[in-house]
């Protein structure tokens, strides 16, 4: 059965490609619908994990990094670093600022640090050296056409772009990274002045601990002693921070992704059902010769997941190319189209569309007539 199927997909080899060019643009599809979504929570862990610390101190009540405002009293670090376990507690602080200019506004989280905290590695430009540099993520520098040494100017306030740097982004919005004292300066000098009190001067604190330090008891310890904050380790804040974007954007996206997979299925069954239809004189033969309609669904099962096997990875390599795509048009974004676990998923939900588009045309394969073998084409 196995060589009849290999036989019949190569005896109109164009056809079959052309099938599976359309098999594969289906799965290209949903793996970069899947991928946007994955994306978008590896971002939002991706945000706490690279602040590096190994506890996170936040305001009581506080469970989440973004989206979420924490603001701690100033005497919380000395507190923190008081307690045994603890060698350092690194401020920072994060707010929300629109940045651009009209009718193209944007929104930028300013993330403000000190000795830890700061951005990934620079791809352009140099570090901060005073307070009116600004470190801003490659994203930002592609939509406004910034580069190392141009102006940002943020509530009437002007920062000098000093370098570039890359994956800075979650929810749709880049970061921008600059010291405390550029901080200050933004407040005291710009049109945020008369609202300075709404806006925290410390928002977390990264605590590295002294080596051998129990760090659940340390954990403990600081709850214990400063009653106005919440502990938490990188990796359940990151996941707080996961759990959040799920809850946001999960819904929206589930609906996507099925949609997905139901235009997905629709298509696999037409070319399925249309292929059968051209090959009903090849099935008519196969009836005449003996052969029962259950060898012949087989027969149609074994060309299907033939198909397939040649189209999935024609899929996930379209669906590479247009991520690596949308990432460099838009680095705001980010698609993991090869996280193992969505690959998974996507094979499984592909299998079973295969099955299913296979069994769509049983009909039309059980009311084929013998007689049509010998019929004149």
Same mark, same amino acid.
């Given at each position: 059965?196995?060589?009849?199927?290999? &036989?019949?997909?190569?005896?109109?080899?164009?056809?079959?490609?052309?099938t599976?060019? =359309?098999?594969?643009?289906?799965i290209?599809?949903?793996?970069?619908? &899947?991928?946007?979504e994955?994306?978008?929570?590896?971002?939002?862990?991706?945000?706490?994990?690279?602040?590096?610390?190994?506890?996170?101190?936040?305001?009581?009540?506080?469970?989440?990094?973004?989206?979420?405002? #924490?603001?701690?009293?100033?005497?919380? &670090?000395?507190?923190?670093?008081?307690?045994?376990?603890? #060698?350092?507690?690194?401020?920072?602080?994060?707010?929300?600022?629109?940045?651009?200019?009209?009718?193209?506004?944007?929104p930028?989280?300013?993330?403000?640090?000190?000795?830890?905290?700061?951005?990934?590695?620079?791809?352009?430009? %140099?570090?901060?050296?005073?307070?009116?540099?600004?470190?801003?993520?490659?994203?930002?520098?592609?939509?406004?056409?910034?580069k190392?040494?141009?102006?940002?100017?943020?509530?009437?306030?002007?920062?000098?772009? =000093?370098?570039?740097?890359?994956? #800075?982004?979650?929810?749709?919005?880049?970061?921008?990274?600059?010291?405390?004292?550029?901080?200050?300066?933004?407040?005291?000098?710009?049109?945020?002045?008369?609202?300075?009190?709404?806006?925290?001067?410390?928002?977390?604190?990264?605590?590295?601990?002294?080596?051998?330090?129990? &760090?659940?008891?340390?954990?403990?310890?600081?709850?214990?002693?400063?009653?106005?904050?919440d502990?938490?380790?990188?990796?359940?804040?990151?996941?707080?921070?996961?759990?959040?974007?799920?809850?946001?954007?999960?819904?929206?996206?589930?609906?996507?992704?099925?949609?997905?997979?139901?235009?997905?299925?629709?298509?696999?069954?037409?070319?399925?059902?249309a292929?059968?239809?051209? %090959?009903?004189?090849?099935?008519?033969?196969?009836?005449?010769?003996?052969f %029962?309609? #259950?060898?012949?669904?087989?027969?149609?099962?074994?060309?299907?997941?033939?198909?397939?096997?040649?189209?999935?990875?024609?899929?996930?390599s379209?669906?590479?190319?247009?991520?690596?795509?949308?990432?460099?048009?838009?680095?705001?974004?980010?698609v993991?189209?090869?996280?193992?676990?969505?690959?998974?998923?996507?094979?499984?939900?592909?299998?079973?569309?295969?099955?299913?588009?296979?069994?769509?045309?049983?009909?039309?394969?059980?009311?084929?007539?013998?007689?049509?073998?010998?019929?004149?084409?």
């Amino acid at each position: 059965m196995w060589r009849l199927a290999f &036989r019949q997909l190569t005896h109109d080899w164009i056809r079959s490609l052309l099938t599976a060019l =359309a098999i594969s643009a289906a799965i290209a599809v949903i793996l970069i619908l &899947r991928g946007f979504e994955q994306g978008l929570y590896a971002q939002s862990e991706a945000v706490v994990l690279d602040r590096g610390g190994q506890l996170i101190v936040a305001q009581a009540g506080v469970s989440n990094f973004l989206a979420v405002r #924490s603001s701690l009293p100033q005497l919380t &670090r000395e507190r923190v670093e008081a307690i045994d376990g603890v #060698s350092l507690a690194h401020p920072i602080t994060g707010f929300w600022v629109i940045y651009g200019p009209e009718g193209n506004k944007f929104p930028l989280l300013l993330l403000v640090y000190d000795t830890l905290g700061g951005p990934p590695p620079l791809i352009e430009g %140099r570090s901060i050296e005073d307070g009116h540099d600004v470190i801003i993520d490659i994203g930002l520098s592609k939509k406004f056409d910034l580069k190392p040494g141009d102006p940002l100017v943020i509530s009437d306030f002007e920062f000098r772009v =000093a370098g570039i740097t890359n994956h #800075s982004s979650a929810l749709f919005s880049t970061f921008a990274f600059v010291s405390y004292d550029g901080m200050i300066d933004l407040f005291l000098e710009s049109e945020i002045a008369p609202d300075i009190s709404t806006f925290p001067l410390l928002s977390f604190l990264l605590v590295d601990l002294e080596p051998g330090a129990d &760090r659940a008891g340390v954990m403990q310890a600081i709850e214990d002693q400063v009653p106005d904050v919440d502990v938490f380790t990188p990796q359940q804040l990151a996941q707080n921070d996961v759990a959040l974007g799920k809850e946001l954007f999960g819904p929206i996206m589930g609906v996507l992704i099925s949609l997905s997979y139901m235009i997905g299925l629709l298509v696999i069954g037409l070319i399925v059902y249309a292929d059968v239809s051209v %090959r009903r004189h090849d099935y008519g033969v196969m009836k005449a010769l003996g052969f %029962r309609l #259950s060898h012949i669904v087989r027969g149609v099962m074994v060309q299907t997941m033939m198909l397939m096997v040649f189209a999935f990875p024609i899929g996930v390599s379209v669906a590479s190319l247009v991520a690596i795509g949308i990432e460099w048009r838009a680095p705001v974004y980010m698609v993991d189209v090869l996280e193992p676990l969505g690959l998974v998923h996507v094979l499984s939900g592909v299998i079973v569309m295969m099955i299913l588009g296979g069994l769509l045309p049983l009909r039309l394969i059980a009311r084929t007539d013998p007689v049509i073998a010998f019929q004149v084409e």
